[in-house]
């Protein structure tokens, strides 16, 4: 069984930066994309971003394009979400997730795995 580990949460101010991480526990498994996702209180599962493992092709919201950077280490099967320019509306649990197969990137239903989550709180 595939585990999905994340870490880098936390509190941060208005402007601020903050990394994920998400560790993969198994190093053979065929995977298509990682992505994240992020659920604020009252609100659904959103697409933040998307990396295509091989090609390292990114995906960005719109929400986040220019602020937030996506990358993977295919060495430590870990992928990264470089957060900048910090905002409120940023505030949600972020989950990393793992595709197996090629479809719509941006799909959460599309996901096979995914991580327990990561609480990131931006104060103004």
């Known amino acids: 069984q595939v585990q999905l580990i994340e870490s880098g949460g936390g509190l941060v101010q208005a402007g601020g930066s903050l990394r994920l991480s998400c560790a993969t526990s198994e190093r053979t498994f065929s995977r298509f994309a990682m992505a994240w996702f992020r659920q604020a209180p009252g609100k659904e599962r959103e697409f933040v971003s998307a990396i295509r493992w091989m090609d390292s092709r990114e995906y960005y919201s719109d929400d986040v394009k220019g602020r937030f950077a996506i990358s993977r280490d295919i060495a430590k099967n870990t992928m990264y979400l470089q957060m900048n320019s910090l905002k409120p509306e940023d505030t949600a649990v972020y989950y990393c997730?793992?595709?197996?197969?090629?479809?719509?990137?941006?799909?959460?239903?599309?996901?096979?795995?995914w991580g327990q989550g990561t609480q990131v709180t931006v104060s103004s």
């Open positions: 997730a793992v595709k197996q197969y090629a479809s719509p990137i941006t799909a959460a239903g599309d996901y096979e795995y």
